[in-house]
């Protein structure tokens, strides 16, 4: 994401002007609004959409409007960071609300939505947060028609159209008609796409002679000319202005219109549509404007763009939410290669996949992990030294105490603590800036695979934070008996479903040297028949290799399978410190290993002394910190790196 185009530019392609909201999209589909009970979250507004649709195609984008100075506002800040988009722009507005939508589907076709944006942050949008030296740094900007119906906001684009002309660069109107939003319908009207009003054609009218490109359906058109049918529109917009015209037809594609507008409504450059189901139209405007700019800012022809703009808003009907739904440039180009053989590509796994892997919430290149998700080991040792079994919580929390000393701050730390015993350590953690917390749901032990508090997976992950990772061990050995193989695959199958499902990454243990013959090919093996029942986690976590041959087989299995995959790291087995440096060394050859999750190497003294009361908690902390810390020194060390 946020690849620039190819070509000396300046800093940024494009700045989209306007709207941005928190949306809140109804999860029950088919129901009224009334009937919802939980809603999704996501950015929105034209504006804010676009700007996230272009910079997960490659653009430069940034968005320039006001949000608000409390949660959602801050929601919109840091996910526009997450995508890529730039947020110089990005006032924040300590007197007024960030904008709020609430929206379903009620049936194909049919969203009710209702806007809450009384005197909310982004319409508050004036002249002097338009900022000449920002608006050069750009190629483009894109203004929206609903901040034209307010004298300041609409003051403020026009600001920006004027510095964008004077440095010879180019002015795109999103015509993006609500009518709700210019008063001329009632509150629950927020779905009403065309209401005739001669005071904004008027108003509208004005912009269009500054214009390089301007898009719109056929009532868009229609209401930024003043006139009745869509050829008069056409014909009134081309009197007044010489801007490439792109009139979105829906399922049909659209047509663009480079040239004097003919008698015949298609003589254009036409953009045939993609064939697909229709689950939720709201937003496909603005996925493809994405796609249109991506490919008229980069260079493409009239004809790509369109293809690309049709693509893109294709993705965006057949999926439930606005700019978390658009796709990324490796997902367009997959689809526009491969195709799909679904008309609702949301059941195609592959694109999905696709999707999941490319929109990320961060990268972790490298992962250096305590973990401290072990049950059964601590109750063992709780019991060897006849402590209580409570105890264990609160030791958890001073791992996480020493892993955050050694972490610093700095990327790339990470932990593993379970549900069991580790909620106040979950707490404690969030506390600290890690990279990455994974967390076990595994019944410690089982085999055949079983979860640890119910085989109901999904209602459980639906409770954990966003970024938190699932992480499932299983003692599988591909030369396992067939019914053993099989009851696991489809527990591992049904968690990847789960994960996915919610929305978020999971980790996949393999330990098969406990129960068979470890040698170069058993992990590939493994992980083959895994691949093969579709099932791709995020990160891999694998014992340690006898030979770089191993490691250099399983990354080819990896690598051929899911090239997106984050990696491998390393697990320990409570391996003296000697054995696991060893261990490191032989991954020096293999990339795909970007670290180690190691637990009771570092914990398991300072659990034995601390439970026994000889220790105390700084004693504990510093001791697990001191280990974990020559882990990570030896770790870098093995990759040709020193501790920042």
């Keep these: 994401m946020g690849e620039a185009v190819e070509g000396k530019h300046p800093p ?21 609004l009334e009937d919802i009970t939980s809603f999704a979250k996501s950015v929105g507004g034209c504006p804010a959409n676009i700007s ?31 995508e890529g988009v730039s947020v110089d722009g990005l006032k924040t507005d300590k007197e007024r609300l960030t904008a709020l939508v609430l929206l379903s589907v009620e049936s194909e076709g049919v969203s009710p939505m209702i806007f809450y944006r009384s005197d909310c942050a982004d319409m508050a949008l004036a002249e002097e947060d338009i900022d000449e030296a920002f608006i050069a740094s750009a190629r483009s900007v894109v203004v929206t028609g609903t901040h034209f119906s307010r004298p300041n906001s609409d003051a403020a684009q026009r600001k920006a159209i004027h510095l964008m ?21 009632g509150h629950a009207e927020g779905f009403e796409r065309y209401v005739k009003s001669d005071r904004v054609s008027a108003q509208l009218k004005t912009v269009l002679p500054d214009c390089d490109l301007i898009v719109g359906t056929e009532e868009e058109i229609m209401i930024a000319s003043g006139a009745d049918d869509c050829l008069s529109a056409l014909k009134t917009i081309r009197a007044l202005s010489s801007a490439t015209i792109v009139l979105k037809r829906g399922a049909k594609g659209c047509i663009v219109y480079d040239g004097p507008i003919s008698d015949d409504l298609e003589d254009g450059i036409v953009g045939k549509g993609f064939p697909i189901e229709i689950y939720n139209v709201l937003g496909a405007g603005d996925a493809f404007m994405s796609g249109f700019l991506r490919g008229w800012l980069g260079g493409e022809s009239f004809a790509t763009a369109a293809t690309w703009a049709n693509a893109c808003g294709a993705f965006a009907v057949s999926r439930l939410l606005c700019a978390p739904e658009y796709p990324t440039f490796d997902e367009l180009q997959f689809f526009l290669k491969h195709g799909s053989k679904h008309l609702a590509l949301r059941k195609d796994e592959a694109i999905n996949h696709i999707h999941w892997a490319t929109t990320r919430r961060r990268d972790i290149p490298s992962l250096m992990a305590l973990a401290c998700d072990h049950r059964v080991q601590l109750e063992d040792v709780a019991a060897r030294v006849g402590a209580d079994a409570s105890r264990i919580p609160d030791f958890k929390v001073l ?46 032990g089982s085999r055949p695979l079983r979860f640890e508090f119910s085989q109901d997976i999904g209602s459980q992950l639906t409770e954990w934070p966003v970024d938190h990772c699932i992480k499932c061990l299983c003692f599988y050995h591909p030369d396992d008996p067939q019914a053993l193989k099989v009851e696991q695959q489809q527990k591992l199958r049904a968690l990847f479903e789960a994960a996915r499902k919610v929305g978020r990454e999971l980790l996949v243990e393999i330990i098969a040297g406990k129960h068979g013959k470890l040698d170069d090919t058993t992990i590939p093996r493994a992980l083959e028949e895994l691949y093969a029942l579709g099932i791709k986690p995020d990160w891999w976590k694998l014992e340690p290799q006898a030979s770089a041959g191993a490691w ?38 293999a990339p795909i290993v970007k670290g180690f999750a190691v637990g009771r190497t570092i914990f398991i003294n300072a659990a034995e002394q601390w439970l026994a009361g000889k220790m105390s908690d ?27």
């Design 399 to 444: 791992t996480v105490k020493a892993a955050a000393k050694v972490a610093a701050g700095r990327d790339g730390y990470g932990m593993l603590i379970d549900e069991k015993y580790g909620r106040d350590a979950m707490f404690e953690f969030a506390r600290h800036p890690f990279a990455w917390l994974g967390r076990p749901v595994e019944l410690p």
């Design 12 to 32: 940024l392609d494009v700045i989209t002007i306007g709207r941005a909201s928190v949306d809140l999209y109804g999860q029950q589909i088919g129901s009224r």
């Design 618 to 644: 700084d004693e504990a902390i510093a001791d697990m910190a001191a280990r974990f810390e020559q882990l990570t020194e030896a770790w870098l060390a093995a990759r040709g790196r020193k501790a920042a």
């Design 52 to 82: 996230v649709g272009t910079a997960r195609l490659g653009l430069r984008s940034a968005l320039l409007t006001r949000v608000g100075d409390e949660q959602m506002g801050r929601f919109i800040r840091e996910q526009l960071k997450r």
């Design 552 to 589: 250099a087989k399983i990354e080819q299995v990896i690598v051929k399978n899911d090239p997106w995959c984050r990696g491998v790291v390393l697990l320990g087995l409570e391996a003296p410190q000697d054995e696991l440096v060893a261990a490191f060394a032989a991954t020096s050859n």
């Design 165 to 185: 002309k004077a440095k010879g660069g180019k002015v795109v109107f999103d015509i993006d008609y609500r009518p709700n939003l210019w008063g001329l319908a």
